[in-house]
């Protein structure tokens, strides 16, 4: 079935660190990709998203590129600040799964240290 | 523009005491509810998703139940509260298949 690894945390970087957390993924199909962000005692939010191979999702100064021949989805960013700080959730869409229509990672905490 | 609203932010309940937990979303029509909870330090679990009113799907069996009574509103509650039932409970709303899922800010139940 479908299901989504991503690396496990804490990861703890110091300020304008380079930031990789990365994600793969097992799909049938070609499902879309998704990172989300959830900050202390938040719920989770949107990150970025993209829907088809070679597609590279942005927001915020995180990027991450679709990558169908290695079923990957990294997430990187340049240069990290403290108010980086949370944990990110990597999903897939699972079109006509039994698990609703998102199937997400265990989530990796990242702690910025100014 | 699309909002959903969950309540209450934070809940302290004794076991074996009921549980209803709340979740609304405005500004769009037919949306795929799902409800999950995250315990402390851990991932995200679904526990019921909803495409329809009175559609309810169950992911895990649990002493938890979800109703959907009106098409944007959508419940979770419990009869008897067990200790396990304790964590961060979060609903979210989708559009159609394969979009991004929107979540409420959660609500952080505490068993006593």
């Known amino acids: 079935g479908n299901s989504v690894t991503q690396m496990e945390g804490p990861v703890t970087l110091s300020e304008e660190a380079f930031l990789t957390i990365n994600c793969t993924y097992t799909a049938t199909g070609y499902p879309s990709l998704f990172w989300y962000v959830q900050y202390p005692g938040e719920g989770l939010q949107l990150l970025l998203k993209a829907t088809k191979a070679d597609d590279k999702g942005s927001n915020k100064g995180f990027e991450a590129t679709y990558r169908k021949e290695t079923t990957s989805f990294h997430l990187e960013k340049g240069s990290v600040q403290v108010s980086d700080s949370a944990v990110y959730f990597c999903?897939?869409?699972?079109?006509?799964?039994?698990?609703?229509?998102?199937?997400f990672g265990k989530g990796t905490k990242l702690s910025v240290k100014p | 523009s699309q909002t959903i609203h969950q309540w209450p932010a934070t809940l302290v309940q004794p076991v074996g005491s009921p549980l209803s937990l709340e979740c609304t979303v405005e500004?769009?029509?037919?949306?795929?509810l799902y409800w999950y909870r995250q315990a402390a330090g851990r991932g995200l679990q679904l526990l019921f998703y909803s495409v329809g009113i009175g559609q309810i799907s169950s992911e895990v069996p649990q002493n938890l139940s979800a109703s959907r009574p009106q098409d944007r509103q959508f419940i979770l509650s419990s009869k008897k509260l067990l200790l396990s039932d304790s964590g961060f409970y979060l609903c979210?709303?989708?559009?159609?298949?394969?979009?991004?899922?929107?979540f409420g800010d959660g609500t952080r139940l505490s068993i006593l």
């Open positions: 979210a709303w989708s559009g159609e298949e394969g979009q991004p899922q929107h």
């Open positions: 500004g769009t029509s037919n949306p795929n």
């Open positions: 999903a897939l869409s699972n079109y006509g799964g039994s698990q609703g229509n998102l199937i």
